[in-house]
């Protein structure tokens, strides 16, 4: 993965939206489910396949004041996370290829 892919939420994956914000994603296909703050939140709202990760972390920086400096790192670690889990999956851009994976 790299900061021009552009990650999409999994499209069977259930977002259930909780009290202050938080939410619990779940994935019927593995019975798997994760609970997200209201960061994660917003990241999983954005990842639409449109928006690059690059693109995502300066709007999350953006929306929550307190974002930290190494905000592209941790918000990279979450999503490659989500990832392994099936979860998300990675639109992919190159001069050559447009592809889903």
């Known amino acids: ?7 999409i939420a999994n499209p069977i994956v259930v977002l259930r939206e909780e009290f202050d914000d938080w939410a619990v994603l779940f994935n019927p296909d593995t019975a798997a489910a994760v609970g997200i703050n209201p960061v994660g939140v917003a990241i999983w709202k954005r990842m639409d396949g449109k928006r690059s990760l690059k693109e995502i972390v300066l709007e999350i920086k953006t929306s929550f004041e307190d974002a930290p400096e190494a905000a592209l790192e941790e918000i990279t670690a979450f999503v490659d996370k989500l990832a392994e889990h099936g979860y998300v999956g990675y639109e992919l851009k190159d001069d050559t ?5």
Do not use: S
Not at 1 to 7: A, E, F, G, K
Not at 97 to 101: L, N, P, S, V, Y
């Open 97 to 101: 290829d447009h592809r889903t994976i």
């Open 1 to 7: 993965m790299n900061r021009t892919d552009r990650p």
